[in-house]
């Protein structure tokens, strides 16, 4: 049986994908698969991965552009191994990421969770650590830091595809509830064997901050009666309403304020509603700086 189904959710990233597939084929375990999924690329990203295909443990499946939530869901039906991975076609993984997964997991029962640490390309490096509002062990939750076993993902049903942002945490959250509920293990280790390449730029940051508004308004709505992440509905109401003015959406932003304060009353509520007033402070405040 293959252990470890790895899938890779791509769209436009011909120039950057290799690196990627190039740090799973130096894997020092070698009982995995990987799965792209293109999600209707238009560059030259379906010539790029022709290149890799002479490994029949790689394979590619193309879709319609449909999101990377769709994409990762795709791959996940896909995949054949006992314990499903995710990484984005612009980091890398160091050649014991599997060896270390591995390790942890063959001489232990009953395992639905296991993070590592990453390893930024810019700022410090980041070990699994505590969110006591979901869970109370040490989890990470960006691509490639983390493996479900099948039945946890096929248990929450994969990745929520009404989500462009936050898809990843919002998934996690799931996963440690699953796992609990299940009396299913959630490990972690202590190494950071993701490379994360976190870029910035403005139209990126712009896309990442719509997506954000949208995001904080579903997951409010999603999670408003109950939930994993019911503790955390204002707080998505709030990150809508910020997030609407940082993309100059400020009268939506300030109409969402207004449904926080009268939803939850209370001094901090009220400052943020009232600094939507102000431009100055509203700049200073919320405004991404360049």
């Known amino acids: 049986m293959i252990t470890f189904s790895i899938i890779i959710p791509t769209y436009n990233h011909g120039d950057k994908i290799s690196r990627a597939v190039n740090s799973l084929l130096k894997q020092s375990f070698e009982n995995w698969e990987l799965i792209i999924v293109d999600d209707g690329s238009t560059d030259h990203t379906s010539e790029v991965v022709t290149e890799f295909q002479n490994d029949p443990r790689i394979r590619y499946v193309y879709q319609k552009n449909s999101g990377v939530s ?3 869901n795709r791959g996940i039906d896909c995949a054949q191994g006992e314990y499903v ?8 993984v160091t050649s014991r990421w599997l060896e270390d997964f591995y390790k942890i997991i063959k001489d232990t029962t009953e395992v639905g969770i296991v993070s590592c640490g990453i390893k930024l390309i ?10 006591k509002n979901i869970s ?8 490639g830091s983390f493996l479900l076993h099948q039945k946890v993902i096929k248990g929450i049903k994969g990745y929520d595809i009404n989500l462009k942002h936050s898809e990843n945490w919002e998934l996690m959250a799931r996963a440690l509830e699953y796992s609990k509920v299940n009396k299913l293990k959630i490990l972690s280790i202590n190494k950071c064997n993701l490379k994360y390449n976190l870029e910035e730029f403005p139209e990126k940051t712009y896309l990442r901050d719509r997506d954000r508004a949208h995001a904080g308004l579903y997951l409010y709505k999603k999670y408003y009666y109950n939930g994993v992440l019911h503790f955390n509905k204002y707080a998505f109401l709030k990150q809508a309403a910020i997030n609407s003015i940082r993309i100059n959406k400020i009268k939506r932003g300030r109409v969402i304020l207004k449904k926080l ?5 209370g001094f901090d509520s009220f400052l943020s509603l009232l600094i939507s007033y102000i431009p100055p402070i509203r700049s200073y405040k919320w ?3 360049s």
Do not use: C, H, T, V
Request: aromatic share 10%.
């Open 136 to 143: 109370n062990y040490k989890y990470q939750n960006i691509p």
């Open 85 to 92: 991975l995710f990484l984005d076609s612009d980091d890398e």
């Open 122 to 131: 810019k700022g410090k490096d980041r070990l699994p650590r505590i969110n």
């Open 261 to 265: 304060f009268l939803k939850k009353p």
């Open 70 to 72: 769709m994409a990762r």
């Open 287 to 289: 405004e991404r700086k």
